[in-house]
């Protein structure tokens, strides 16, 4: 840990299932709600309820603002958008030199949807000889190492993130990621209530980081309550 936080530069911490808890997402659409219309895939109501504006934290390229919404159009995929068919799409509103503002940060498979707690070792494409990759996550009070199969992860669905080597060059890459739907109950007061109401659902994108011994994921909450972020530390 010590020596990894000196080659980052950076205050890491861990942040465990109740300090996770302690921040409220909308419930889940009830069992009635889940299922698909005619010719939709299994999964994409829970995606529709990840709609909506959304921030999170890119590490050192700041704090930047999404519009996720979901498609099943070609008219609006993102250009060698992987994804052919139903999707959830993540159009940033404010981006950084890399990927800028009104472009896509990831794209979501809504055929993909699998039901369940998150495993570490079979949700982790790239995990080698069966050892759990560490994931770090941004928040603005410190940089966490976060246990994802500790959060209550209601789905996983197939994701792809778009990332661009260099500022000011447009030349995006497609790379594998995952998206993780929560199951939580509202707390019923404060900004999270309103959050509940809008019928926002916090989630994460994780960015598998292939060949690299650590993977990293984003949380995103529901704006404005975005703004006070997940960890007060």
């Known amino acids: ?3 990894l936080t000196a080659h980052l530069g950076l205050r890491i911490s861990r942040f465990s ?8 997402r909308a419930p889940l659409p009830a069992p009635a709600d889940l299922a698909p219309a005619e010719g939709e895939p299994p999964g994409i109501a829970l995606l529709r309820r990840c709609q909506g ?8 390229h700041g704090f930047e603002v999404l519009s996720l919404s979901v498609s099943s159009s070609q008219g609006d995929a993102p250009g060698g958008c992987p994804v052919a068919g139903p999707r959830l799409q993540a159009l940033k509103l404010v981006g ?12 979501v498979d809504a055929s993909s949807c699998r039901l369940g707690r998150y495993d570490p070792h079979a949700d982790d494409p790239f995990a080698a000889g069966g050892a759990v990759r560490p994931c770090l996550s941004f928040f603005t009070a410190a940089t966490a190492f976060v246990a994802l199969e500790e959060r209550p992860v209601a789905a996983r ?9 260099v500022p000011g060059h447009w030349d995006p890459e497609w790379v594998p990621a995952t998206f993780l739907v929560y199951d939580s109950e509202p707390a019923g007061d404060g900004d999270n209530a309103s959050a509940a109401a809008g019928g926002c659902t916090m989630c994460t994108v994780v960015f598998e980081d292939e060949g690299q011994p650590v993977r990293h994921a984003i ?3 529901p704006m404005p309550s975005a703004a006070s972020g997940w960890a007060a530390a």
């Open 53 to 60: 504006m959304f921030s999170g934290s890119y590490g050192p």
């Open 96 to 107: 950084d030199p890399n990927v800028m503002a009104l472009k896509h940060s990831f794209v």
């Open 157 to 165: 669905f197939r994701a792809f993130g778009c990332i661009n080597q």
């Open 219 to 221: 949380d995103l909450l």
């Open 1 to 3: 840990m010590a020596s």
């Open 17 to 24: 299932v109740q300090d996770f808890q302690q921040y409220s």
